[in-house]
């Protein structure tokens, strides 16, 4: 292989070149005509190897086009290699790999020393001269490729084969400008008719040059039927007048165009431009459908102009850019362009600091959410907002508009002002009631408590509030509460229900509770109030009143018996004495006499006694001896007691001192300490015995009551009000509740406890001792009301 000049045989003689001169001088100037012409590529190219072959004596010519870096074999002449499809591949790829490694000049040797033995053979070529098409920019365009030419190449070859090359090279480049001036055209084209807007150009005398498939399909015609008429005519398709109406739209300075028959408006965009040589100046008019945008804002406008609320845009320094009708009525000013001339700041705010805690906010978040304030009217009233707005920013990040929207809720605030009074007076009654009140669902679960229920009621909040009512009421009571809250459930009043309540503390109390229902707008029953007043004062009153009545009624009756028994007992002992006296009575008469005596002396004491306890004088405070109250008390019972085999101890102390007190009042605590005793022991199984024992203790006088019963339940509880472990019927829960309240009036202290390890329990009762100074005073007043 060789490249350049080298011979491949000897040279031929003088006329043959002289010939061969004429006629490659002749071809070249055909393809040069042919280059400069409008013939096409292919028939160019036959052309062209054709010429090439007789002027370079090659039996073969072929033409490849390189592709990147792939190779085509578009051409061929003197052999049928194009119907081998499979040798052309391979002589395209042998190609391929010699345009890597060559200078892209031109080879020309052996046809097997530069295509290969095996290709060679196949191509049936014996020699070959390959020449390099490039571009102007130095590219591979392709190759030509010359074979069987049987001569070696001479200067004079060299300089047609590179001639040859040139002619081949300026047709391929021409060929690719044309090609990509083609594809663009072909593709502006396509855009052209994409495009979903209207597109006619014309020229200086208004004739249709070309339109797009949007705007025929419009008019309803092919798009080359409409080429050459006039503007006028063409517009007449759209509804409008002769001559070109879209020109005229942009001398007037107007924008839009609306089509007659369709209704529709369309956003007209004018522009001149110059056409190609001897075409002259060029219009194109571009007409955009904006007939849903201006509906779009028109009902912006109309919903911006009649929302009830204002809406403004706004610019970071306080100049309003759109204000809505509203928000020129809310700020009392006569128009828009009123308002769009205020100062912001200065004109609707009272305060500079209210537009900076605004603009800080805005600018801190880019948006505000319910955000109150109170701005100025144009009169100087004042209007409460609640707004709610954002910012609008820039590609920088700068904020350039507020918008957003205003409410008035100045007669809302007046309103909710008004409520919130009404809410703390109303609040203020319920928590300075003495009643507790409460609110409770027609389930029975509490949802609210006044103040008076954590005081009186000495609850907690915890304790109440999602709780059931019942849970407050005495175990024993309430189906009696339940029946009454369904019944009010139900439409109906329950009202002075006194029950039994257990405070927060655990203590019972005595209640009057009345039930109301409370209706919805239907006049169904959503809930229910319960108003509860503590009656436990007035019970304990009322208890003491019965008390007190019956034992005047008692004590009547005793003092009408022991009147009775007075007189026959005088003259038992009256005639007693008379036969004590007689003479020579036996002994045994004596014996039997002093007996009758004795035992006539103590019911006259048990009557003097049962006088005393029945007689009902006012409270009276003296000195008194403790033992002698108890051994009286014991004595009333002492019968009653033994016939039950109650067995009596006593361990009094006598050097017991005084203690300043009313003397029926303390035997009525130890009466109702014993009789307590008593009813624990009967039914308990235990052997039955009462320890009484009196002592002083530092300053206290100390009475011990300890029985063998059954003990004390909720030692606690047993001195509140109301609380009994007796039957229903058997007890009031009073009794030990006035004990305690004697002996706290005398100064002093009652206490239980259980015998734990032993049986029963103890009742204590502890009073001060007297002092001789206390016991003289109290001497003193009671002589002085003597």
């Known amino acids: 292989m060789v490249e350049g000049k080298e011979p491949l045989a000897g040279a031929a003689s003088e006329p043959m070149l002289a010939e061969r001169y004429r006629i490659s001088a002749e071809n070249l100037m055909a393809l040069a005509l042919e280059t400069s012409s409008s013939l096409g590529l292919p028939e160019f190219v036959k052309n062209f190897l054709k010429r090439s072959a007789e002027m370079m004596g090659s039996g073969v010519a072929v033409l490849v086009l390189a592709q990147g870096k792939n190779f085509e074999t578009v051409a061929v002449h003197g052999s049928p290699l194009s119907e081998d499809k499979n040798t052309l591949r391979k002589l395209n790829g042998t190609l391929a790999g010699l345009a890597a490694t060559s200078s892209h000049t031109f080879l020309h040797g052996p046809a097997e020393t530069i295509l290969g033995r095996e290709l060679s053979k196949a191509l049936g070529w014996s020699d070959v001269t390959v020449a390099w098409l490039t571009g102007s920019d130095r590219s591979l365009l392709g190759v030509v490729l010359l074979a069987n030419r049987n001569a070696a190449l001479t200067p004079d070859d060299e300089s047609l084969l590179q001639a040859l090359a040139a002619h081949a090279a ?26 979903s807007d209207l597109i006619v150009v014309h020229d200086d005398g208004n004739r249709v040059l070309r339109v797009n498939r949007s705007m025929a399909s419009l008019i309803g015609t092919p798009p080359q039927d409409l080429i050459g008429l006039n503007m006028g005519a063409l517009i007449s398709g759209l509804g409008g007048p002769q001559g070109c109406q879209f020109c005229r739209l942009k001398k007037d300075g107007a924008e839009e165009y609306l089509h007659p028959q369709l209704g529709r408006t369309y956003l007209v965009s004018t522009s001149g431009i110059q056409g190609v040589v001897n075409e002259g100046q060029q219009t194109i008019h571009v007409l955009k459908d904006v007939t849903d945008r201006r509906e779009a804002e028109l009902r ?16 970071p320094a306080g100049r309003f850019l759109e204000v809505n009708n509203a928000l020129v009525r809310m700020l009392g000013y006569e128009s828009r362009e009123d308002l769009l001339n205020t100062d912001i700041p200065k004109s609707l705010y009272m305060y500079p600091d209210q ?3 605004f603009v800080h906010q805005m600018e801190e978040t880019g948006m505000l959410r319910n955000f109150e304030e109170t701005l100025r009217r144009k009169d100087g009233s004042l209007v409460h907002t609640l707004q709610n707005a954002f910012a609008v920013k820039d590609v920088g990040g700068e904020t350039v508009q507020y918008r957003g929207l205003i409410l008035d809720i100045t007669e809302q605030k007046t309103v909710q002002a008004q409520l919130q009074r009404e809410r703390d007076f109303n609040i203020k009654i319920l928590d300075n009631t003495q009643s507790m009140i409460m609110v409770a669902d027609t389930a029975g679960l509490v949802s609210y408590a006044n103040r008076r229920c954590f005081e009186a009621g000495e609850f907690r909040a915890a304790q109440l509030i999602g709780h059931r009512l019942s849970e407050i009421v005495a175990h024993g009571r309430r189906r009696e509460f339940t029946d009454a809250f369904e019944a009010t459930v139900l439409g109906e009043q329950s009202e002075n229900l006194e029950l039994p309540i257990v405070r927060g503390d655990g203590k019972p109390g005595h209640f009057s509770v009345s039930l109301s229902p409370m209706r919805d707008e239907q006049g169904n029953v959503t809930s ?22 019956k034992l005047a009624a008692v004590g009547q009756l005793v003092s009408g018996v022991a009147h009775e028994v007075n007189n026959p007992l005088t003259a038992i002992l009256g005639f007693a004495d008379l036969l004590l ?31 005393s306890f029945a007689r009902q004088v006012p409270q009276q405070r003296k000195t008194i001896q403790l033992n002698s109250i108890v051994e009286r008390t014991l004595q009333l019972r002492a019968y009653d007691l033994s016939s039950h085999g109650v067995e009596v101890v006593q361990h009094l102390d006598r050097a017991l001192p005084e203690v300043i007190g009313d003397e029926h009042q303390m035997q009525q605590v130890f009466l109702n300490i014993l009789n307590n005793a008593y009813d624990a022991m009967r039914d308990s199984g235990n052997p039955r015995r009462v320890e009484v024992s009196s002592v002083l203790s530092g300053e206290y006088v100390e009475v011990r009551f300890k029985d063998s019963g059954t003990g004390i339940a909720e030692p606690e509880r047993i001195f509140d009000p109301f609380f009994t472990t007796k039957e229903v019927g058997k007890g009031t829960g009073l009794g030990l509740s006035i004990c305690y309240g004697i002996i706290n009036e005398h100064k002093g202290e009652i206490t239980a406890h259980n015998n734990a390890p032993e049986v029963g329990a103890t009742f204590i009762v502890r009073l001060p001792a007297a002092t001789k100074a206390t016991a003289e005073r109290v001497a003193a007043s009671v002589a002085a009301k003597s």
């Open 170 to 195: 300026v047709a391929l480049e021409n060929s690719r400008l044309f090609n990509k001036i083609a594809q663009a055209s072909r593709h502006w084209h396509d855009i052209f008719d994409a495009i």
């Open 300 to 315: 912006y406008r109309e919903l911006f102009d009649n929302i009830q609320e204002g809406l403004f845009f706004s610019t």
């Open 355 to 357: 537009r900076r805690r």
């Open 528 to 549: 229910v109030v319960v108003v509860m007043t503590d009656i436990t004062d007035a019970a304990l009153l009322q208890a003491k009143l019965i008390n007190t009545e």
């Open 581 to 611: 006296d007689t003479p020579g009575l036996p002994p045994e008469g004596q014996r039997d006499l002093n007996v009758i005596i004795q035992e006539a002396q103590r019911t006259k004491l048990i009557v003097q006694n049962l006088l």
